[in-house]
């Protein structure tokens, strides 16, 4: 593993352990040239997912890109780092067992949607903002009433 602070190719493994919610392994290491620490996680991998974009560009599966569109939508909303983990290590479970060497970017923005509504309803409104591109404040007006409805409607 490579220094991220010199570049140097040679680092020690201090520490590992699994995550809390046990997807991936944590490691602490050392770098044998600068002695600088860092953490590194390591995650499986179950297969090259491509997802499809619009206009039919294509690119690799990113979970950095999906966690920091989930982080972006939750910020200052007071949800715990540990419930954006757990959505994005579950779409990404989805995507990879799904059996499709390709997925729609549009099926992961639906399973984003899905989770974020069950988490935090105005992060839920913030992503649906971008991934549905509202343009105007009344775009806003509706979508937030819908979701309102249907908050209501649930807790009857």
């Known amino acids: 593993m490579r220094c991220p602070f010199c570049a140097h190719d040679d680092t020690q493994v201090k520490d590992s352990r699994p995550t809390e919610d046990n997807t991936s392994i944590r490691r602490r290491r050392q770098c044998s040239s600068c002695g600088a620490r860092f953490t590194t996680f390591e995650r499986v991998q179950l297969r090259e997912v491509i997802v499809v974009k619009s206009g039919d560009r294509r690119e690799a599966f990113d979970r950095s890109k999906l ?10 909303r007071g949800v715990e780092q540990e419930r954006i983990d757990q959505l994005v290590s579950g779409i990404q479970r989805q995507v990879e067992t799904a059996g499709d060497p390709e997925v729609a970017s549009s099926r992961i923005g639906g399973m984003v949607m899905d989770g974020l509504r069950q988490i935090d309803s105005v992060a839920y409104i913030r992503f649906a903002s971008v991934y549905r591109d509202f343009s105007e404040a009344k775009d806003f007006e509706e979508f937030a009433s819908t979701v309102q409805e249907a908050a209501i409607d649930g807790a009857k």
Do not use: G
């Open 67 to 76: 966690e920091q569109s989930v982080t972006l939508a939750c910020r200052k």
